[in-house]
């Protein structure tokens, strides 16, 4: 399993971002595919979620602003950021769960400044 996480980067309050994960050597239709975060001094929290079947799950901190997707032909999930905020800064992770194996992308930096 490999996943590959790119489209950080530095935005202005209110601005957007998306980022892309790539996933290779492995089914990526078949399993969920899920973003982190973590802010310096803080523990890692899920943001949101793109189940197999479709479903989606947001965090009530990026409800209504973040959007994930995926495009099962291409291997690759997006995370859209809208209306981002400063504490919307972090480093984010990709993951999924490969047989009760959690693999995680790079991390790509997000920076949003006010």
């Known amino acids: 399993v490999q996943l590959q996480a790119s489209g950080g980067g530095l935005v202005q309050a209110g601005g957007s971002l998306r980022l892309s994960c790539v996933a290779s050597?492995?089914?990526?239709?078949?399993?969920?595919l899920a973003w982190y975060r973590q802010a310096p001094g803080k523990q890692r929290e899920l943001v949101a979620v793109?189940?197999?079947?479709?479903?989606?799950y947001y965090a009530d901190s990026v409800k209504g602003r973040f959007t994930i997707s995926r495009d099962n032909a291409k291997n690759t999930a997006y995370l859209q950021m809208n209306s981002m905020k400063p504490e919307d800064t972090a480093v984010y992770y990709c993951?999924?769960?490969?047989?009760?194996?959690?693999?995680w992308g790079q991390g790509t930096l997000v920076t949003v400044s006010s």
């Open positions: 993951n999924t769960n490969f047989f009760d194996e959690d693999y």
């Open positions: 050597r492995y089914a990526f239709s078949r399993y969920s």
């Open positions: 793109a189940h197999s079947g479709g479903t989606t």
